[in-house]
């Protein structure tokens, strides 16, 4: 959190960019895919079925808050492309997190931990994928989150649903967890991260 804290303006612009280039790029080149194409299986095609399906991905991510990876350009470009953008809210302590559509220019209002959220309007679908934030990495997919176990319990929720979103973290690529860093039994695992530097899965 400390080195996250003190990024240079200039470097913290132009990693959040590199790092919105990334997925951007990604997510463009799934547009490409046809019902035709086998390989549904695998999960970097995933959304490009659920896009023939829906005409439309539902993208779950986040504000920025304290030097985290700056997406809101990214959020308004997705949104002109025609997919539709969820933002979380803390509705109830200790509880799963509730996401609520977002537009550009919606004004955001400030709820637990300081943390400016959307107005509870209308309840979202269950996205398709989901960029989480997020303090640190390990390399099977491990999240080191703020500690309070708001995406663990969201994340069970969407499963007992029959739910699985793709998960990824939006992370610093120096943010790679000791070796020996050991997750908590409730902690849910990334399918993949997406840094300043690439994006990858495990």
């Known amino acids: 959190m400390n080195k996250r804290m003190q990024l240079d303006q200039t ?9 919105s280039d990334h997925f951007m790029g ?29 005409q439309g991905l539902v993208i779950a991510a986040y504000w920025p808050f304290r030097k985290e990876p700056d ?6 470009d997705l949104h002109a492309m025609g997919h539709e953008i969820v933002l979380p809210k803390i509705v109830e302590k200790n509880a799963p997190l509730q996401f609520f559509y977002w537009d550009p220019g919606a004004p955001l209002v400030t709820g637990h931990f300081g943390l400016l959220e959307p107005e509870a ?3 979202a679908d269950i996205p398709d994928i989901v960029l989480l934030p997020m ?3 390990g390399e ?7 500690g309070g176990g708001y995406y663990d319990r969201t994340i069970a929720a969407w499963e007992a649903q029959g739910q699985m979103p793709i998960l990824l973290g939006a992370v610093w690529s120096d943010a790679r967890l000791p070796q020996d860093y050991e997750a908590l039994p409730h902690d849910k695992v990334l399918d993949g991260i997406v840094t300043e530097r690439t994006l990858r899965f495990f």
């Open 135 to 137: 303090l640190g990495y």
């Open 71 to 76: 997406i809101r350009s990214l959020l308004e």
């Open 140 to 146: 099977n997919g491990e999240r080191l989150g703020y």
């Open 26 to 54: 990604w997510l463009k080149s799934l547009e490409y895919e046809t019902q035709e194409q086998s390989g549904f299986d695998d999960l970097k095609i995933l959304p490009a079925r659920h896009k023939i399906r829906r």
């Open 121 to 123: 309007k209308e309840i």
């Open 11 to 19: 470097v913290h612009e132009s990693r959040s960019k590199a790092l």
